[in-house]
């Protein structure tokens, strides 16, 4: 459930085999241990994300973005640096937020989304010449929201993502600017909340207009209304334009997206290509061939298994044939790109790793370009050239130049940082459940520790579940390991990486088999990997968090918990979460599946019985993924059970956290919970409450 709720060298399910192994082209940190992690270092991590190649594959431009803690905001700034390697060049000041930046096709200009003040308000398109000066304002969209923006091939017309702005909650007052009294909202959609976005009004979809720069002229794209249109990617003659859309007679009521296509011409009529009742394109975009007879896609599983869903690359033809690259291939797929020679590659998630991989477009397989256990977070393809975003256990992302199957590195905001970290390695673990399924999983043990000795140990959950841990950088990790701590993950049935079959397993029947995977391997661990058996706590953020109550429910061998944005009886969440979908496909309407509402609300119904765990319950007031009451129900039921609990309520926050001095705040209580309950401090662990003096959750 709640899909967005917060290895080992294996070639598997169609993988053809490697030419050669490929090393992670990072710079070795020095062998002179320096200094632990601490969570200043937060502050200084620099968030490396969207490269972008210019068209003459000479430069790539991308963002950085870092916590300002002394403002209490994150602050974003545009880079550009060569390809053949050299200094970076600083284009945005990180006080002046900027974000998806781009080249225009014709290389003349680097553009940007900006609400910088201008002479209008709101997110616009601003420009600046390449050869340097101050950016310009570029759109002037003032009735709607502006999302997101995509030259056209020529560079004479924008490619708009807009969206009704919202209605004001209130009336103006007379001097403009301040609320005269509120008005209400009124809703009748069958989906009518989500994260961060609040409630849905009935206007409130995305579609496409076609920005005329020479004319100011702003259009609609499609003859289409009370559709959302998705993902729009132009072809490369620049005639048509490509995206994603739900036509069903209510989309709200289904999970399906299709591929259209339109002639890129204002009032046209969109043309669907695909026909799978599920999800098509919802994976990573959409990919043009460069002969622009053909799309890239991914397909997603049935409605059942929405959340489950290992997408598998597909391509569509002009006149709607799909065909299924790499069809052997059991792994997840996503960002298609095409590179100039016609090859299709994907970024592939495998067990504990993510990397890319050329598909075969007429095969069941697929050929990994990158070995190692790192991650590849981003990808994409331009000139020529291929760049990602690439990280390893050690090494925050930075962006690389993929050539043919190795890396060269282009970007180092965090090199010097790193340089002076002492960091924990990870290693690999493998367990077996009592029902014989083999799970795998990560260990990061304590700095210092040494092959023999006995830990305290946390078993950190990811959410999902349709996630995995993987070997990328984790400040988590290296924050536990810092001050004596070794902390497991587990990739329990449910998760990513290991097909779709282990993914499906627990459609229907929460926390029952995540369960036996999370206790097998917390049992291999005390065994034979390092864990304290005596000094346990176990914690996790969104679906982890609903894991944490499931597991406190199933056993007393941990010390102390920490659910995080948790949940523990879905009877409290139907219409309160915006997981409405998966309801209805996979446990079906309460009052048709009472005893399976039932079964799976034991942490909460049978909490007198089954939990006896000191546990920390913490979650956003504005968060409508898992929203805060299932934190607050299994908070008073452990206060009604005198069993030792704490209730840390974020205003304010979505489902992930924005505000630096929360995330500060929320590392410190983690630490502080477990370092009192798990290592036995001979004091209660205390923080300064969050809420100020007079909060009532505004």
Request: some cysteine; proline content about 6%.
């Amino acid at each position: 459930m709640f899909a967005h709720r917060g290895f080992r060298l294996l070639l598997r399910g169609g993988l053809l085999p490697l030419a050669c192994a490929v090393c992670l082209a990072m710079p070795a940190r020095g062998l002179a241990a320096q200094r632990p992690i601490t969570l200043d270092d937060l502050a200084r991590i620099g968030r490396v994300g969207n490269p972008v190649i210019s068209p003459d594959g000479k430069w790539v431009l991308y963002s950085v973005s870092r916590m300002d803690t002394k403002e209490d905001k994150n602050h974003t700034e545009l880079w550009m640096v060569p390809w053949d390697g050299g200094a970076a060049v600083q284009l945005t000041s990180g006080m002046q937020p900027a974000g998806h930046a781009e080249f225009s096709p014709d290389g003349k200009y680097i553009s940007f989304l900006s609400s910088r003040p201008g002479k209008t308000k709101g997110a616009q398109v601003w420009v600046m010449n390449r050869m340097g000066g101050e950016p310009e304002q570029l759109t002037a969209i003032t009735d709607q929201d502006l999302d997101s923006y995509e030259w056209s091939p020529d560079s004479k017309r924008l490619l708009l993502t807009l969206e009704p702005k919202a209605r004001p909650d209130a009336k103006p007052g007379e001097a403009g600017d301040k609320p005269e009294k509120p008005l209400p909202i009124v809703i009748d959609r069958y989906h009518f909340k989500e994260d961060v976005e609040g409630y849905l009004r009935d206007d409130e979809h995305q579609a496409l207009y076609l920005d005329d720069l020479a004319t100011g002229k702003v259009a609609k794209l499609t003859t289409d209304h009370g559709v959302d249109e998705r993902g729009a990617s132009w072809s490369p003659d620049g005639t048509r334009i490509a995206f994603t859309s739900n036509h069903d007679p209510d989309p709200d009521r289904t999970y399906n997206s299709d591929v259209f296509v339109v002639a890129a011409q204002a009032g046209s009529t969109a043309k669907k290509l695909t026909t799978w009742p599920g999800p098509d394109g919802g994976y990573g975009g959409l990919a043009w061939s460069p002969d622009g007879k053909s799309i890239a896609y991914t397909q997603g599983a049935e409605a059942r298994l929405a959340l489950y869903s290992q997408a598998r690359p597909a391509v569509v033809t002009l006149d709607g044939k799909v065909t299924y690259p790499a069809s052997g291939l059991d792994r997840a797929a996503r960002q298609p790109c095409y590179t100039s020679d016609g090859k299709l590659i994907y970024l592939i998630t495998d067990d504990r790793a993510e990397y890319p991989a050329v598909v075969e477009q007429n095969g069941p397989g697929a050929q990994r370009l990158l070995a190692g256990e790192t991650v590849t977070m981003a990808m994409t393809c331009k000139a020529g050239r291929i760049a990602v975003i690439h990280t390893d256990d050690a090494h925050p992302g930075e962006i690389f130049a993929l050539e043919g199957m190795s890396l060269r590195q282009l970007t180092h905001a965090n090199d010097s940082l790193m340089a002076e970290l002492q960091l924990a390695p990870t290693e690999d673990v493998t367990s077996h459940s009592k029902d014989g399924t083999e799970v795998h999983g990560l260990m990061t043990h304590p700095l210092g520790w040494q092959a023999g000795q006995k830990s305290p140990t946390i078993l950190f959950i990811h959410g999902g579940p349709n996630g995995q841990d993987q070997h990328a950088f984790d400040f988590m990790r290296q924050w536990f390991a810092a001050n004596g701590f070794a902390e497991m993950n587990v990739n329990y049935r449910g998760s990513a990486g290991r097909g779709q079959d282990y993914a499906k397993a627990i459609a229907g029947d929460w926390g029952h088999l995540e369960v036996m995977d999370l206790l097998g391997a917390v049992d291999e661990a005390v065994a034979h990997a390092g864990a304290d058996g005596d000094h346990l706590g176990i914690g996790g953020w969104s679906y982890g968090g609903i894991l944490t109550d499931y597991t406190s429910a199933s056993t007393d061998r941990f010390k102390a918990a920490i659910s995080g944005a948790g949940m523990a009886m879905p009877f409290s969440f139907f219409g309160v979460d915006e997981y409405i979908l998966q309801y209805h496909y996979e446990l079906g309407d309460p009052w048709k599946a009472r005893d399976l509402y039932i079964k799976l609300s034991y942490p909460l119904l049978e909490a007198d019985k089954r939990i006896h765990t000191p546990t920390m319950y913490m979650g956003g007031t504005r968060d409508f993924n898992v929203p805060l009451v299932g934190g607050e129900q299994m908070y008073q039921t452990l206060q009604e059970l005198n069993i030792p609990t704490e209730l840390v309520v974020y205003p304010d926050q979505f489902h992930g956290f924005t505000r630096p001095s929360f995330i500060v705040d929320r590392y410190k209580r983690w630490l502080a919970w477990y370092t009192h309950y798990v290592k036995g401090a001979s004091s209660p662990a205390t923080l300064p409450a969050i809420i100020p003096a007079g909060y009532e959750g505004k």
